[in-house]
DNA sequence: TGTTGTTTACTTGCCA
DNA sequence: TGGCAAGTAAACAACA
């Protein structure tokens, strides 16, 4: 067991070097120490799209054989993103069921793409599981804090990007959001870590719960 | 017993 | 050609 324990931190450590590319950092993904020296900077400036029209129906039609629709051009993580993104938090099932609700290429009852799906929430920090569900099997699944960023804009001009970050985004100084949720966040964490650079264990409150709290997003 | 969650291993495609 | 990310397969444990 702490074979396992010892590889899913290094597996997600791994996972963190690569997308973060920041240097030095073995702490946990959950330690708000961490959190903290997240970039903020460009958490204020967050992206968030509004539900992109469904994707568009791709109908290969074969006369000899029922119709099959395109792959949709998002990676896994991305399908996981946009589903928990419109309904905050989901089951498993539930986001099998929005992302074949949303793209038909998933229709199939197919164990793969589950597979797939179920294998990118546990191996994807940016994926949070949360409280066990009222009913039914499972766990809630969530958006971590550095979710904010991972669904590139496709499909939209910058142009059109930059009017959906005004229109969800609080127009006041960054330097105010900052301190609003560095403040609310070291509420939450025993004083003698605020600046001591502890790596001890706290709670994984994200920066995105913080921000949201503070209201400090109109939308999310 | 089926679903969910985790982990490992392998393949594939892209890019420098 | 090697490294990396994504996708897939499969095994296994936990749980309702």
């Given at each position: 067991m702490s074979v396992m324990a010892s590889k899913?931190?290094?597996?997600?450590?791994?996972?963190?070097?690569?997308?973060?590319?920041?240097?030095?950092?073995?702490?946990?993904?959950a330690s708000l120490a961490w959190l903290l020296n997240f970039?903020?900077?460009?958490?204020?400036?967050?992206?968030v799209p509004d539900d992109e029209p469904?994707?568009?129906?791709?109908?290969?039609?074969?006369?000899?054989?029922?119709?099959?629709?395109?792959?949709?051009?998002?990676?896994?993580?991305?399908?996981?993103?946009?589903?928990?993104?419109?309904?905050?938090e989901l089951t498993v099932s539930a986001i099998y069921?929005?992302?074949?609700?949303?793209?038909?290429?998933?229709k199939?009852?197919?164990?793969?793409?589950?597979?797939?799906?179920?294998?990118?929430l546990s191996i994807n920090p940016h994926f949070r599981k949360g409280a066990r569900a009222a009913q039914g099997a499972g766990h809630l699944w969530s958006l971590a804090a550095n979710a904010i960023d991972l669904l590139p804009l496709r499909n939209q001009s910058y142009d059109h990007a930059e009017e959906v970050v005004e229109a969800?985004?609080?127009?006041?100084?960054?330097?105010?959001?900052?301190?609003?949720?560095?403040i609310a966040a070291?509420?939450?964490?025993?004083?003698?870590?605020?600046?001591m650079g502890s790596t001890m264990f706290l709670n994984p409150v994200s920066t995105e719960q913080v921000v949201r709290e503070c209201g400090l997003i109109t939308s999310m």
């Amino acid at each position: 067991m702490s074979v396992m324990a010892s590889k899913t931190v290094s597996e997600k450590a791994k996972w963190r070097r690569r997308k973060c590319s920041k240097p030095d950092e073995d702490n946990d993904c959950a330690s708000l120490a961490w959190l903290l020296n997240f970039r903020l900077d460009e958490f204020v400036n967050v992206k968030v799209p509004d539900d992109e029209p469904v994707e568009e129906l791709k109908v290969i039609v074969n006369p000899e054989s029922p119709p099959m629709f395109k792959k949709p051009p998002f990676t896994y993580p991305e399908l996981i993103e946009k589903a928990l993104r419109e309904r905050g938090e989901l089951t498993v099932s539930a986001i099998y069921q929005w992302i074949s609700d949303h793209y038909p290429y998933y229709k199939v009852n197919d164990e793969r793409w589950k597979n797939s799906v179920r294998h990118n929430l546990s191996i994807n920090p940016h994926f949070r599981k949360g409280a066990r569900a009222a009913q039914g099997a499972g766990h809630l699944w969530s958006l971590a804090a550095n979710a904010i960023d991972l669904l590139p804009l496709r499909n939209q001009s910058y142009d059109h990007a930059e009017e959906v970050v005004e229109a969800h985004v609080i127009d006041c100084p960054k330097v105010i959001v900052l301190d609003e949720a560095a403040i609310a966040a070291a509420s939450i964490i025993p004083d003698q870590d605020i600046f001591m650079g502890s790596t001890m264990f706290l709670n994984p409150v994200s920066t995105e719960q913080v921000v949201r709290e503070c209201g400090l997003i109109t939308s999310m």
